[in-house]
């Protein structure tokens, strides 16, 4: 089922320091689908992301994942949802020092009842020579694959991804958009990517561009491109 976001608007601060992140976000995000959400350091993707995940609330607005109402949810509630819904991948890899890769993706399964297959996930990966070796032995592109791995061995039905390419070079950053697509083709999870590199809405089949907490453009992509042909 699709992702939608009605009349959201989300505030921090009080009195004169109040300032508005998100005003009267409205949008649908088809199921299975790979978005790109765009805009400016202040633009409201990383709230946004967070109000979708449940680490956040919104003040106002409908928030529905699937057939979850996120914004009627208890504390309690949101706990199960995140665990049982929602992938994170970070700019930042999060792994566990004293794991191993296959260790630290593991770790993710624990998480569901009907965890995806882990040697599956590894070979998905690519880190099946890699999969004993513990993340300061390891490259940041694959770090960040144990990180994907991570989120997605769970079977979330949304993948939310902050800036996932921030902190790798060019071509790891290439890499890891490859395998990004490939895991949405082979098991259809909705992915919501936030990024600043305009690039990115070339590989993705929706674009939303946010400026000043609002949504600016949202548009489909017919054609979607593959992202080892990327330039930036």
């Not at 020092?97 to 998480?111: D, H, K, Q, V």
């Not at 060019?170 to 936030?194: C, D, F, W």
Request: charged fraction near 20%.
């Amino acid at each position: 089922m699709n992702t939608q976001i009605d009349h959201v608007n989300k505030s921090y601060g009080q009195g004169e320091s109040r300032s508005r992140v998100l005003k009267k976000i409205s949008l649908t995000i088809e199921e299975g689908s790979i978005c790109c959400l765009l805009g400016p350091s202040g633009s409201g993707k990383s709230t946004l992301l967070n109000i979708l995940g449940g680490i956040d609330r919104a003040d106002s607005g409908r928030v529905q994942v699937g057939n979850i109402r996120v914004d009627a949810l208890t504390a309690r509630q949101q706990i199960d949802y995140r665990r049982t819904h929602v992938g994170f991948i970070f700019q930042f890899y999060n792994l566990i020092p004293n794991l191993t890769l296959r260790e630290n993706i593991e770790s993710g399964a624990y998480l569901s009842r009907h965890p995806l297959d882990l040697d599956e996930m590894v070979a998905t990966l690519g880190l099946r020579d890699h999969q004993q070796k513990f993340p300061n032995q390891v490259s940041g592109g694959q770090q960040q694959r144990a990180g994907i791995g991570r989120a997605l061995i769970k079977r979330p039905s949304l993948l939310l991804c902050d800036e996932p390419t921030g902190a790798l070079d060019y071509q790891t950053a290439k890499e890891v958009l490859l395998l990004l697509q490939k895991i949405n083709r082979l098991y259809g999870t909705t992915m919501i990517i936030a990024t600043h590199n305009q690039a990115l809405a070339r590989i993705s089949h929706e674009v939303i561009r946010l400026h000043d907490g609002g949504v600016k453009d949202h548009m489909r992509n017919t054609a979607v491109e593959e992202a080892g042909s990327l330039n930036w």
